[in-house]
């Protein structure tokens, strides 16, 4: 499963559970949904914590993740991360200051383990100068302000990532050339707004060359944080560190990414459509987590919506997968990473499926295996 260099995205339901393997021993997951019912062996939800502790490498005898990025504290980004924490090693976590903006009461119950472990994780940082222990290592995403507050102070300032930077070193080591992550956001302006709009957002490439294309995690974000994060990389420059070759559609197949409410009417926003197709790599994957999609949805649904799923088709030059439509069931989509591509693991056996379905077609068109007793055609 973590064997080979690529990106996995796992049946959690309408959530975020991605696991990024740098290496058969570097693996970063970004966001957790671990649901209940996900332990019924008949039921097609992965038990993400389950599957996690039996696939990560072992360190002195002991499931061991790298690095836990976590884009916003909702309960579809971070349920079962207090399980994680007691039955994984996890070496660095990833975060937002956002989460310390947060009321207790307003958090749920893994969301406030997260905070707890993070807190922890913080002192730990100040008490070593940045030089924890796997175990104990942290990321702060956010702005040099952040340091001037009394939580933060003596945090040493190499482990704070600004965002329009790139981060290379995970866990302590300096992974340049095998993994590169740019954080597009949160934006500083953004940090009183809602959660969702506080979003970790980063472009991640397993090569030290963005513009070879990787896989897009925007978290919840909707059209107007989105539509900044274009604006801002090409008013720098920074173009490449938008190029994909795997977007994971925001929000779980959110309509607010390409449409608006302007005046009481939903309004589509191609410009967004249009940056996202200009951005992309080859052929790439829009890739859905989420339940499946509807063939249509009724006012006020929550997401997946088909009207998002219909516009991503029309841009994507490859395929448009959902976690819950698409490969086996109760199994990851998965996509390997080599010589500056990305190849979906399924593509093979999804083409031999349709091979098969044509075959018996053909075979039941035939009479089995019987000589046909007359003309067999199309319309005739």
């Known amino acids: 499963m973590f064997d080979e260099p690529g990106f996995i995205f796992w049946p959690v339901g309408t959530g975020d559970s991605t696991s990024i393997v740098i290496d058969d021993e570097t693996i970063f997951q970004v966001d957790l949904r671990h649901l209940e019912k996900s332990e019924d062996d008949a039921d097609d939800h992965v038990a993400i914590v389950d599957r996690l502790v039996e696939e990560l490498p072992k360190v002195d005898g002991s499931p061991y993740l790298a690095a836990f990025g976590l884009t916003h504290p909702d309960k579809d980004h971070i349920q079962g991360f207090e399980e994680l924490l007691d039955r994984v090693v996890i070496g660095e976590l990833w975060f937002t200051p956002r989460i310390f903006r ?66 290379t070193e ?56 989105i539509r900044k994060i274009f604006d801002v990389s090409k008013a720098a420059g920074n173009e490449d560190n938008l190029a994909w070759k795997i977007l994971l559609a925001p929000h779980h197949c959110s309509k607010s990414v390409m449409y608006q409410d ?23 994957f829009v890739v859905a987590s989420s339940e499946a999609i509807p063939a249509q949805n009724k006012k006020g649904d929550n997401p997946p919506h088909a009207k998002a799923k219909a516009r991503y088709e029309e841009i994507v030059a490859g395929d448009f997968l959902c976690t819950h439509e698409d490969g086996e069931a109760g199994e990851p989509l ?42 067999v055609g199309f319309g005739r």
Not at 262 to 284: P, R, T
């Open 102 to 167: 947060e009321y207790h009461e307003d958090l749920c119950d893994d969301a406030v383990a997260f905070k707890k472990e993070a807190d922890r994780r913080i002192a730990k940082m100040i008490e070593t100068g940045g030089n924890a222990e796997a175990g104990d290592r942290l990321r702060l995403i956010g702005y040099d302000e952040l340091l001037e507050e009394e939580k933060f102070e003596g945090f040493p300032p190499e482990y704070l990532t600004v965002p329009g930077n790139a981060v």
């Open 170 to 225: 995970l866990d302590g080591a300096d992974r340049v050339g095998a993994f590169r992550a740019f954080i597009h956001a949160p934006f500083k302006d953004d940090s009183d707004g809602e959660r969702n709009d506080t979003s970790l957002a980063m472009q991640v490439v397993l090569s030290d060359d963005p513009s070879e294309g990787g896989a897009l995690l925007f978290g919840d974000l909707k059209y107007p944080t």
């Open 334 to 375: 998965t996509f390997n990473w080599g010589d500056g591509d990305i190849v979906y693991e399924g593509a093979a056996s999804a083409a031999a499926a349709k091979t098969d379905t044509i075959a018996e077609a053909i075979d039941d068109a035939r009479g089995g295996d019987a000589p046909p007793s007359g003309k």
């Open 262 to 284: 302007e005046g009481g009417s939903e309004v589509l926003k191609q410009d967004i459509l249009d940056d996202f197709e200009a951005a992309q790599v080859g052929d790439g």
